[in-house]
T-cell receptor, first 113, second 111 residues
Framework: DQQVKQNSPSLSVQEGRISILNCDYTNSMFDYFLWYKKYPAEGPTFLISISSIKDKNEDGRFTVFLNKSAKHLSLHIVPSQPGDSAVYFCAASVKNAGNMLTFGGGTRLMVKP | NAGVTQTPKFRILKIGQSMTLQCTQDMNHNYMYWYRQDPGMGLKLIYYSVGAGITDKGEVPNGYNVSRSTTEDFPLRLELAAPSQTSVYFC??????????FGPGTRLTVT
């Protein structure tokens, strides 16, 4: 039973346009959400996060939106750049002893020049 | 400041062999984690530790063991390797658990 799902395995966007990556979750106990970016042959790197008490968090070109009633979050990248081409994972956590992360399956973003 | 380092980068094991994947972090993080990533899938938590001497199971712990004798090191032991353990293994560390810093991964093939 996947608690965090990324239903689009891939997304292709033109350079300069907006990229929107989506993530759905089922566990209403999740209280912190994160996005990670992963290049081939490297470990994931933290991109941006949002607490469940907020509905939006912005960091430069990256904005994460959280809709708790729909159990949905999205990552917006504006404007998209070729260097953004990577696999993006959303992750969620319940505040507990280990603050463990549950990851989605990832979305491969390709930004075309 | 090297962050999280993992050795080896690649390894091929025969069925039934054992090995230890090494993980070291120099950020003085209390929390450390081991994940595996199968092709086309997300990361699944194998084991985690919230401090030296404390370890606990994650989602997929069967076939693995860990120890945490120091803050810096969190080795993952595979006993009696099986083809189902063919995967990429990532170690991560964190100050408080949420924002985790990952190592470059170890690609393991069991044949």
């Amino acid at each position: 039973d996947q608690q965090v799902k990324q239903n689009s395995p891939s997304l292709s966007v033109q350079e300069g346009r907006i990229s929107i990556l989506n993530c759905d979750y089922t566990n209403s106990m999740f209280d912190y959400f994160l996005w990670y970016k992963k290049y081939p042959a490297e470990g994931p790197t933290f991109l941006i996060s949002i607490s469940s008490i907020k509905d939006k968090n912005e960091d430069g070109r990256f904005t994460v939106f959280l809709n708790k009633s729909a159990k949905h979050l999205s990552l917006h990248i504006v404007p998209s750049q070729p260097g953004d081409s990577a696999v993006y994972f959303c992750a969620a956590s319940v505040k507990n002893a280990g603050n463990m992360l549950t990851f989605g399956g990832g979305t491969r973003l390709m930004v075309k020049p | 400041n090297a962050g999280v380092t993992q050795t080896p980068k690649f390894r091929i094991l025969k069925i039934g062999q054992s090995m230890t994947l090494q993980c070291t972090q120099d950020m003085n993080h209390n929390y450390m984690y081991w994940y595996r990533q199968d092709p086309g899938m997300g990361l699944k938590l194998i084991y985690y530790s919230v401090g030296a001497g404390i370890t606990d199971k994650g989602e997929v712990p069967n076939g693995y063991n860990v120890s945490r004798s120091t803050t810096e090191d969190f080795p993952l032991r595979l006993e009696l390797a099986a083809p189902s353990q063919t995967s990429v293994y990532f170690c991560a560390s964190s100050l408080q658990g949420y924002e985790q810093y990952f190592g470059p991964g170890t690609r393991l093939t069991v044949t």
